[in-house]
């Protein structure tokens, strides 16, 4: 399942503007026998554009290069503890993304790049809408 989770490789397509939040959980661990990932704190960080392969995001000078992620939607957001949390309530409804993991390959004290390198097919799909959408207006 985790297979591809270090293989930092991809190519890139058109970003799209995306302004939005999402929760952001720091991977702490991987466990390649039992597949387990062991998370930080979790933080909000505010997305300024998007694609099937990376995004830009906004950060308070907290995400450092090289950082592993696990970036969240309201709606993937299932555990107990993440309901009850502030964060909940300040993340938008929209958009539905599942959950996805990337890596800080670039940054800056304002924004920083971010390399999806796990993300299921339907968010690829959705994401890929939204780009040919973009580029017909």
Known sequence: MFKGLFNFGAKHTGH?????KMCVLP????????????YGQ???IDVVSMSTTSMTVRHNDILKKGNILEFRTKHALEDRECLKCMNFKTLPETPA???FIGKIIWRNNEEAGVNIIMMKEQDKATISKMVANKSKK
């Open 16 to 20: 799209i503007p995306l302004k939005t």
């Open 97 to 99: 993304f599942s959950s």
């Open 27 to 38: 991977l702490i661990s991987y466990d390649d026998k039992t597949e387990t990932l062991d």
């Open 42 to 44: 979790c933080f909000t």
